[in-house]
């Protein structure tokens, strides 16, 4: 694979990692326990409140779904950052083929080729 490439698509994982990163802990506390595992925050709820209690609930609910779709893609960004940094970087997972260098720069943390997406 070229450098040139590999460079670009480096950049832009770091950038998507730092972002990714950054939006997270807005919603979620990093798991201390669990490298790469983040919790939700949960939302205090006040005692006696029942109605307001409810509406926290749902909101937990919808913060922990934000949080698992962030966390997948901060874990694809982080494992194709490592595939770069072991000279793995570009093939897919299921076939082995090399991943479309059109695919790289439009989905630089894809982990399949077009065929197997
Ligand atoms: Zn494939």
Do not use: F
Not at 2 to 20: G, I
Not at 47 to 75: C, F, M, S
Not at 90 to 113: D, N, W
């Amino acid at each position: 694979m070229d450098t040139e490439l590999l460079n670009t698509v480096k950049e832009t994982l770091k950038k998507e990692k730092a972002l990714l990163e950054q939006e997270l802990s807005s919603i979620a506390a990093k798991d201390p326990r669990v490298a790469g595992d983040w919790d939700s925050k949960h939302p205090r709820v006040p005692e006696g409140n029942e109605e307001e209690a409810a509406d926290e609930v749902e909101e937990y609910e919808e913060r922990n779904l934000v949080e698992q779709t962030l966390e997948t893609r901060l874990r694809d960004v982080v494992s194709a950052l490592a595939k770069i940094a072991n000279n793995a970087y570009g093939t897919c997972e299921k076939c082995g083929a090399q991943i479309q260098k059109e695919r790289l720069v439009a989905v630089p943390s894809a982990r399949t080729c077009e065929h197997c997406m």
